[in-house]
């Protein structure tokens, strides 16, 4: 949540630093300024992509992990119950990192997508020299 809303708030300066978003549309940056305006976005972007898919890559080996190494002890229940209980604990880990995961994955479509505007943008931009 914190990421969209630093997204958000990036975003929306970028868009009053090319002047689309300011009132006084007359003063808007030079081509040279939104130029190194959306190069300094697009390397964010890139930055930002490359941490979220970092993350997601721990996430999934720690998702690989669950489970491994444990041991199981019957202790004063049977063995089948303590097996029992010990998969429903691994299942409810699974669920919770795939939904992580997702969120994740989300995050990095959405920053993709992002990151595609600004390089049209780019290309708007070299295109009316």
């Known amino acids: ?11 929306s300066a970028a868009f009053v630093a090319l002047g689309f978003g300011s009132c006084n549309s007359k003063k808007a940056l ?11 976005d697009e390397a964010r ?7 979220s898919q970092a993350r997601l890559m721990m ?16 202790g004063p229940n049977t063995m089948e119950q ?6 429903r604990r691994q299942e409810a880990q699974r669920a919770e990192m795939r939904t992580k995961m997702a969120a994740v994955e989300h995050s990095i479509d959405s920053l993709f997508g992002e990151h595609k505007k600004v390089e049209q943008q780019i290309h708007e931009l070299n295109k009316k020299k």
């Open 1 to 11: 949540m914190k990421i969209k809303w630093i997204m958000l708030s990036c975003l």
């Open 30 to 40: 030079t081509k040279q300024q939104q130029r190194e305006a959306l190069a300094m």
């Open 45 to 51: 972007l890139n930055s930002e992509i490359q941490e």
């Open 59 to 74: 996430m999934r080996q720690e998702y690989e992990n669950i489970g491994r190494g444990e041991c199981v002890y019957g």
């Open 82 to 87: 303590a097996i029992a209980e010990m998969n």
